[in-house]
């Protein structure tokens, strides 16, 4: 990087135009104010570093945003860089660390759904927009793994995945009247399921609930529940 120092419009076009010739149009041009510095950026290692980390910082807003469970050494693995650089960066764009950021998501659910109540939800609740979409994130523990594989039994991606579904229906009792899971990967001991749910489509009684659910952002499960609202009157007492 080369920096110079600038005092008149003058000065900035010979500078300018000596420079052009020199470099052949490999030079980017940050400031042109009289009084001021002008830093040149030259060659396309530079660029292409600058250029990198901006995208990364994107990229790890987003995940955060979307994940919020991920911690400084996961997204070090992510993005292939050390867990200084992702410190760094988090700084950069004032995202506190994993502790406080669960904190905050914690203090932002303060509502319960309607139809299910206690710790008939599977998963913890982060975000609750009834009568639209919902986000549960369930971190996997032994207790819920095969001792063999120490892989995540089925039924609690399900459970996860089909709790919410029903928690994001507007009605005070819901029910599920039909499933079409798949299961994409085996998840592991260790691992933080991220399930979000929207309602597709809604016709009278009936909700039809689309479930992802990732690690990672890599999709380990999908299914779409058919939800059917039921009148209280038929619910036995």
């Known amino acids: 990087m080369t920096i110079l120092q600038i005092s008149s419009l003058t000065q900035i076009r010979a ?10 149009k490999r030079c980017f041009i940050l400031f042109l104010v009289p009084g001021t510095k ?47 650089t992702i410190r760094l960066d988090r700084l950069d764009l004032r995202i506190p660390e994993q502790k406080e950021r669960l904190i905050s998501v914690a203090k932002g659910v303060g509502f319960q759904p309607r139809t299910l109540t206690g710790k008939e939800l599977v998963g913890e609740l982060v975000d609750l927009d ?7 994130i369930l971190p996997v523990t032994t207790e819920m793994t095969l001792k063999k594989t120490r892989y995540l039994r089925g ?13 994001i229906v507007d ?13 994409k990967r085996p998840v592991v001991c260790g691992e933080k399921v991220l399930a979000k749910a929207v309602i597709k489509v809604k016709k009278g009684n009936k909700y039809m609930v689309k479930v992802t659910s990732q690690v990672r952002n890599e999709v380990v499960f999908q299914g779409r529940f058919l939800i059917f609202a039921m009148p209280e009157e038929v619910v036995p007492q």
């Open 38 to 84: 002008v830093f040149l950026f030259v060659g396309e290692d530079v660029v292409g570093e600058v250029v990198g980390k901006v995208e990364r910082q994107r990229r790890l807003a987003r995940y955060l945003n979307s994940d919020p469970f991920l911690t400084d050494e996961d997204l070090a693995q992510i993005f292939k860089v050390s867990i200084q």
């Open 171 to 183: 009605t005070e009792v819901a029910l599920t009247g039909i499933a079409r899971v798949s299961y």
């Open 155 to 167: 039924h609690h991606l399900f459970a996860q995945a089909n709790s919410l579904a029903v928690a």
């Open 15 to 24: 500078c300018f135009f000596s420079l052009y010739l020199q470099i052949q």
């Open 130 to 136: 009834v009568g639209n979409s919902g986000i549960s």
